[in-house]
């Protein structure tokens, strides 16, 4: 520990004296960009990617500092800086969503789609405690957006399919713009079978259907002043996850908003946003299609949270500031039933989440001082109220079983800050930060009740005494940029206080049969995780470009125990070919040998793998429409692997051919 303390001091006092040293201020520095994914815009998303009607999984997959916890074919869980969604948020524009399953097969990127979002803004760390509190960090994902114009009526068409599950994909987006007024509405339906993983293994459990429809609407009330509304409706059925014991038969979102906007002109104020939204979601676990269970269960989730932020941003000489009031309110509800197979027992019920209420509410600060042309010193800071109530008394008697003592209400303080320092000049670009963070226990962390993880093949018990966990991370990165090339390299460590994971206890009975054992959730002394990436870009020709990344992470805990889902050595290696009307791609990645693996938390080692994919495209006018087709293969050599992140060792995909269409006007 005293270490790690040394490492954050050392690396404070260096960006003190780097940007003590210089003596001219300029406010022409802007703040440095965090990772931006294009997802596409409707009437050019051929344009952006060699798949363009990928999922949002896949797009995330891009960035280095993004990984996917693979349950099945459908709704990956996103992974930052190695850690799961209790470390990390995730955003539709700002707003605050939770998922409504135990199990997290649900997490907020499967309720979206290609069609209604632009671009995905990956945050580390502290960086990411605009949109609440957070460790790992934080990915906002933006919806599509029309700008006032004239340009009246325009349409897009998108069909695709995929060989490899029999994946049949429809879309269309037709948007209405004027120069006070538009609207935006797309659609988007994915069908898909189970698919097979290399050497033509079929992956039984791994079907899912679902649709995606979303509005969005902006009125101009003055040159400065606008209201914007946006709704998204999306809907699965009938989805399949081969790693877990459980299916789902309905997984359902409703996500909405309405915002203010005022940018006023040459005043010390740049913009004021302030939106209010409403989201809620229904998801039902289902084993019905699958043979031989022991004892029949319904698993339904519901959450539905209310939240509001205003947001100002502006200028005051050399501080480019940000101020961020925000608030929210969720009820997570889940609950089981057993049927026994005698039909003279009586059925079994019980909350696994009990009703569970939380109030947020808090105050994010950031301000960006340029200290002159080449540099620039970043402070963020946020405090925050956290209010957890168990509303059910059924469900608190059953907590009190096991902690007596225990309160309805549970109130919390948490507080976040950080510094960065970044300096930029004839192609050179450094940055070096320093973060302190917190966040409260997660629901299943602090209520869960007899909640079974299938990776580790545990019953979870929450413990809502748990402290808050707090986290101080270091970070650094250096790059360099020519005219047709460049590189940066970024390191992050994390040293986390207060670490919670499940702890066994031989005391307690699990409720799922065949279950190994229950673990209670508790606090280790602390864990260290470190992340570094490298990424590589070469513009070889006016057509050609070549793009190359690296990634190393590693994860232990204060029992000397690795930490799960920790990626070991990775690659990319892609050359991108566009000219005229013809796109071309072709890409290898792959994973070294997780050698560094965590028997104790469920893992085993994976193997290494590579796999090759290509894609070709080709774009034509007819009249003033304009076409687009790509086709391409994945998995080339059918190679049959698992991820280090496919739970309980669920193999890929195998060899998959790809058709997309786009058609605009």
Same mark, same amino acid.
């Given at each position: 520990?005293?270490?790690?303390?040394?490492?954050?001091?050392?690396?404070?006092?260096?960006?003190?004296?780097?940007?003590?040293?210089?003596?001219?201020?300029?406010?022409?520095?802007?703040?440095?960009?965090?990772?931006?994914?294009?997802?596409?815009?409707?009437?050019?998303?051929?344009?952006?990617?060699?798949?363009?009607?990928?999922?949002?999984?896949?797009?995330?997959?891009?960035? /280095?500092?993004?990984?996917?916890?693979?349950?099945?074919?459908?709704?990956?869980?996103?992974?930052?800086? /190695?850690?799961?969604?209790?470390?990390?948020?995730?955003?539709?524009?700002?707003?605050?969503?939770?998922?409504?399953?135990?199990?997290?097969?649900?997490?907020?990127?499967?309720?979206?789609?290609?069609?209604?979002?632009?671009?995905?803004?990956?945050?580390?760390?502290?960086?990411?405690?605009?949109?609440?509190?957070?460790?790992?960090? &934080?990915?906002?994902? $933006? $919806?599509?957006?029309?700008?006032?114009?004239? &340009? @009246?009526?325009?349409?897009?068409?998108?069909?695709?399919?995929?060989?490899?599950?029999?994946?049949?994909?429809?879309?269309?987006?037709?948007?209405?713009?004027?120069?006070?007024?538009?609207?935006?509405?797309?659609?988007?339906?994915?069908?898909?079978?189970?698919?097979?993983?290399?050497?033509?293994?079929?992956?039984?459990?791994?079907?899912?259907?679902?649709?995606?429809?979303?509005?969005?609407?902006?009125?101009?009330?003055?040159?400065?002043?606008?209201?914007?509304?946006?709704? #998204?409706?999306?809907?699965?059925?009938?989805? @399949?996850?081969?790693?877990?014991?459980?299916?789902?038969?309905?997984?359902?979102?409703?996500? =909405?908003?309405?915002?203010?906007?005022?940018?006023?002109?040459?005043?010390?104020?740049?913009?004021?946003?302030?939106?209010?939204?409403?989201?809620?979601?229904?998801? #039902?676990?289902?084993?019905?299609?699958?043979?031989?269970?022991?004892?029949?269960?319904?698993?339904?989730?519901?959450?539905?949270?209310?939240?509001?932020?205003?947001?100002?941003?502006?200028?005051?000489?050399?501080?480019?500031?940000?101020?961020?009031?925000?608030?929210f309110y969720n009820r997570s509800v889940a609950e089981m039933t057993m049927y026994p197979n005698d039909p003279n027992e009586n059925l079994m019920f019980m909350f696994t989440w009990p009703d569970v209420r939380t109030?947020?509410?808090?105050?994010?600060?950031?301000?960006?001082?340029?200290?002159?042309?080449?540099?620039?010193?970043?402070?963020?800071?946020?405090?925050?109220?956290?209010?957890?109530?168990?509303?059910?008394?059924?469900?608190?008697?059953?907590?009190?079983?096991?902690?007596?003592?225990?309160?309805?209400?549970?109130?919390?303080?948490?507080?976040?800050?950080?510094?960065?320092?970044?300096?930029?000049?004839?192609?050179?670009?450094?940055?070096?930060?320093?973060?302190?963070?917190?966040?409260?226990?997660?629901?299943?962390?602090?209520?869960?009740?007899?909640?079974?993880?299938?990776?580790?093949?545990?019953?979870?018990?929450?413990?809502?005494?748990?402290?808050?966990?707090?986290?101080?991370?270091?970070?650094? /990165?250096?790059?360099?940029?020519?005219?047709?090339?460049?590189?940066?390299?970024?390191?992050?460590?994390?040293?986390?206080?207060?670490? #919670?994971?499940?702890?066994?206890?031989?005391?307690?009975?699990?409720? =799922?049969?065949?279950?190994?054992?229950?673990?209670?959730?508790?606090?280790?002394?602390?864990?260290?995780?470190?992340?570094?990436?490298?990424?590589?870009?070469?513009? #070889?020709?006016?057509?050609? $470009?070549?793009?190359?990344?690296?990634?190393?992470?590693?994860?232990?805990?204060?029992?000397?125990?690795?930490?799960?889902?920790? /990626?070991?050595?990775?690659?990319?290696?892609?050359?991108?070919?566009?000219?005229?009307?013809?796109?071309?791609?072709?890409?290898?990645?792959?994973?070294?040998?997780?050698?560094?693996?965590?028997?104790?938390?469920?893992?085993?080692?994976?193997?290494?793998?590579?796999?090759?994919? &290509?894609?070709?495209?080709?774009?034509?006018?007819?009249?003033?429409?304009?076409?687009?087709?790509?086709?391409?293969?994945?998995?080339?050599?059918?190679?049959?692997?698992?991820?280090?992140?496919?739970?309980?060792?669920?193999?890929?995909?195998?060899?998959?051919?790809?058709?997309?269409?786009?058609? @605009?006007?």
């Amino acid at each position: 520990m005293k270490k790690n303390v040394f490492f954050l001091f050392v690396n404070f006092l260096i960006s003190i004296s780097l940007f003590a040293q210089q003596e001219s201020k300029d406010s022409v520095v802007a703040k440095p960009l965090n990772e931006v994914i294009v997802i596409g815009k409707k009437a050019k998303l051929y344009q952006k990617q060699s798949k363009p009607l990928a999922t949002i999984d896949e797009y995330l997959q891009q960035s /280095s500092k993004v990984d996917m916890i693979k349950r099945g074919g459908y709704a990956w869980e996103p992974i930052i800086n /190695s850690m799961a969604t209790e470390r990390t948020l995730i955003t539709i524009d700002g707003m605050r969503i939770f998922g409504a399953c135990t199990d997290k097969m649900d997490p907020i990127t499967s309720y979206v789609e290609v069609s209604n979002l632009a671009e995905a803004t990956v945050v580390s760390g502290q960086e990411g405690g605009c949109h609440g509190a957070t460790i790992g960090g &934080a990915i906002d994902l $933006k $919806k599509n957006e029309s700008s006032f114009s004239n &340009a @009246g009526w325009s349409a897009d068409l998108n069909a695709g399919y995929e060989s490899n599950s029999n994946q049949k994909i429809i879309g269309s987006a037709i948007n209405y713009v004027k120069e006070s007024f538009y609207v935006d509405t797309d659609f988007m339906l994915r069908k898909a079978d189970n698919y097979f993983a290399g050497n033509n293994e079929e992956i039984d459990f791994s079907q899912f259907q679902k649709f995606n429809i979303s509005a969005s609407s902006g009125f101009r009330l003055d040159t400065d002043k606008t209201i914007k509304a946006a709704v #998204i409706y999306d809907k699965a059925t009938d989805v @399949g996850y081969p790693a877990l014991p459980m299916d789902v038969s309905l997984a359902k979102a409703l996500i =909405t908003s309405l915002s203010y906007e005022y940018v006023p002109a040459g005043t010390t104020l740049q913009s004021w946003e302030t939106k209010l939204y409403y989201n809620t979601i229904t998801h #039902i676990m289902d084993d019905t299609k699958r043979p031989n269970v022991p004892i029949h269960m319904d698993m339904p989730g519901w959450s539905d949270t209310y939240g509001m932020y205003s947001k100002v941003k502006g200028v005051f000489g050399s501080h480019h500031f940000t101020a961020d009031v925000s608030s929210f309110y969720n009820r997570s509800v889940a609950e089981m039933t057993m049927y026994p197979n005698d039909p003279n027992e009586n059925l079994m019920f019980m909350f696994t989440w009990p009703d569970v209420r939380t109030l947020y509410c808090g105050l994010f600060l950031e301000d960006n001082l340029v200290l002159n042309t080449n540099s620039a010193l970043l402070f963020t800071a946020s405090i925050a109220s956290h209010s957890n109530k168990v509303a059910s008394q059924f469900g608190l008697e059953s907590l009190q079983i096991f902690y007596p003592n225990m309160d309805a209400v549970n109130n919390r303080l948490l507080g976040s800050f950080s510094t960065k320092y970044n300096y930029t000049q004839n192609g050179f670009e450094y940055g070096i930060g320093l973060g302190y963070g917190e966040r409260a226990p997660s629901v299943s962390e602090g209520y869960g009740f007899y909640l079974f993880n299938s990776f580790d093949g545990y019953d979870y018990i929450g413990n809502p005494d748990l402290y808050n966990e707090q986290s101080m991370e270091s970070s650094v /990165s250096f790059g360099y940029s020519k005219s047709k090339w460049s590189s940066k390299l970024s390191a992050t460590f994390f040293h986390i206080s207060n670490y #919670i994971v499940g702890a066994p206890d031989a005391n307690l009975i699990p409720m =799922t049969i065949g279950a190994n054992g229950v673990k209670v959730y508790t606090a280790l002394d602390y864990a260290n995780l470190f992340n570094m990436d490298l990424n590589l870009d070469c513009q #070889i020709s006016e057509s050609l $470009k070549w793009q190359g990344q690296l990634v190393y992470a590693y994860g232990k805990e204060s029992n000397n125990r690795n930490l799960p889902f920790i /990626s070991p050595f990775g690659y990319s290696s892609a050359f991108n070919y566009f000219k005229n009307r013809v796109s071309a791609s072709i890409a290898v990645v792959g994973n070294a040998t997780q050698s560094k693996f965590s028997p104790y938390y469920g893992e085993n080692e994976t193997s290494d793998y590579a796999i090759l994919n &290509a894609s070709l495209g080709y774009s034509f006018y007819v009249e003033k429409s304009k076409w687009n087709v790509k086709a391409g293969i994945e998995n080339v050599f059918d190679t049959y692997y698992s991820t280090f992140s496919s739970w309980n060792n669920i193999p890929s995909k195998g060899r998959n051919f790809v058709l997309n269409l786009n058609f @605009g006007f």
